[in-house]
């Protein structure tokens, strides 16, 4: 079993930033991939971003150029930052990580952008 803790959420102002951390029980470094995925309320959740085991990335449409997801080996933690925010960026923000193709879910942390 793998436990991933998400920290970082809270209320913002629209146009600010916020840094999303997840830290992982078993080596980020020996994962396949790890991402972060969003769930307003009343939507399905859905991807935000993801990094997979060659450093390459994938965003959303709707965050790309305003979100970027990196991995610090040495924390073993992978990171949201979040700039520009917009209202509609409003959501329970979870990490996702994949080792031998199970995957684990955080608990979710929030993230309020609002004036």
């Known amino acids: 079993q793998v436990q991933l803790v998400e920290s970082g959420g809270g209320l913002v102002q629209p146009g600010g930033s916020l840094r999303l951390s997840c830290a992982a029980s078993r080596s980020i470094f020996r994962s396949n991939a790890m991402g972060w995925y969003r769930q307003a309320p009343g939507k399905q959740r859905e991807l935000a971003a993801t990094i997979n085991s060659y450093g390459s990335t994938n965003y959303a449409d709707s965050v790309k150029g305003r979100f970027t997801i990196s991995i610090d080996n040495a924390k073993n933690t992978v990171n949201l930052q979040m700039n520009s925010l917009k209202p509609e960026d409003t959501a329970v923000y979870y990490c996702?990580?994949?080792?031998?193709?199970?995957?684990?879910w955080g608990q979710g942390t929030q993230v309020t952008v609002s004036s």
């Open positions: 996702k990580g994949q080792w031998n193709q199970y995957d684990y």
